[in-house]
Nanobody, 117 residues
Framework: QVHLVESGGGLVQPGGSLRLSCVAS????????MAWYRQAPGKKREVVAR???????EYNDFVEGRFTISRDNAKNTVDLQMNSLTPEDTAAYYC???????????WGQGTQVTVSA
């Protein structure tokens, strides 16, 4: 069983920055592909960014160079640095982990990000 706990959400003004963190317990970090998803009210959950066990990254097009995903396998953490935030980035952000051997996946409880003046 893997337990994911997110932190770092909050209220920020447009143009501001936030750093989300996810701590994973109960697993060997290097066995998992990690990702951040988000879900805005009334919208489907969508991937924001993902990072594989070797550090390779992919981003959704809407990121446009504003966000950076990173991981520390020794600490079992994955972070999402978000810059130049806009109101359209307002959503609940979820940490996601998928075992790269058997595709079993896990979700965190989510952390709210609100971008508003």
């Amino acid at each position: 069983q893997v337990h994911l706990v997110e932190s770092g959400g909050g209220l920020v003004q447009p143009g501001g920055s936030l750093r989300l963190s996810c701590v994973a317990s109960g697993r060997n970090s290097s066995d998992y592909v990690m990702a951040w998803y988000r879900q805005a009210p009334g919208k489907k959950r969508e991937v924001v960014a993902r990072i594989d066990s070797g550090g390779g990254t992919e981003y959704n097009d809407f990121v446009e160079g504003r966000f950076t995903i990173s991981r520390d396998n020794a600490k079992n953490t994955v972070d999402l640095q978000m810059n130049s935030l806009t109101p359209e980035d307002t959503a609940a952000y979820y940490c996601y982990a998928m075992n790269r051997f058997n595709a079993v996946s896990y979700w965190g409880q989510g952390t709210q990000v609100t971008v508003s003046a």
